[in-house]
Nanobody, 121 residues
Framework: QMQLVESGGGLVQPGESLRLSCAAS????????MGWYRQAPGNERELVAV???????NYADSVKGRFSISRDNAKNTVLLQMNNLKPEDTAVYYC???????????????WGQGTLVTVSS
């Protein structure tokens, strides 16, 4: 069974940086797109950044120029470098992956448990 494990969340002051890491594990899966979403209290879950298997990326307007997403296909990991963090970045960040199940040939979507990022005022 495929699983995603996130790390790197924590408490930082405005202007500081954090790097989130997400590692996918499990056999018989071929990972396609990987990305990060976030959800603040009282808000809907929103896309932060996504990177495709070919390396193309998409970012939310609110994080463009500050966040950078990258992936290591050999390790099935995705990183989110977050610079110049702002209080409005405070949220639970969730790793997400779309993967092909090589036994059923069905595409599945997997979510991590989430990691909390808190940016103090």
């Amino acid at each position: 069974q495929m699983q995603l494990v996130e790390s790197g969340g924590g408490l930082v002051q405005p202007g500081e940086s954090l790097r989130l890491s997400c590692a996918a594990s499990g056999s018989m899966f071929r990972v396609n797109a990987m990305g990060w979403y976030r959800q603040a209290p009282g808000n809907e879950r929103e896309l932060v950044a996504v990177v495709s298997s070919s390396g193309s990326t998409n970012y939310a307007d609110s994080v463009k120029g500050r966040f950078s997403i990258s992936r290591d296909n050999a390790k099935n990991t995705v990183l989110l470098q977050m610079n110049n963090l702002k209080p409005e970045d405070t949220a639970v960040y969730y790793c997400n992956a779309a993967a092909l199940n090589l036994t059923s040939w069905r595409t599945v979507e997997v979510w991590g448990q989430g990691t909390l990022v808190t940016v103090s005022s």
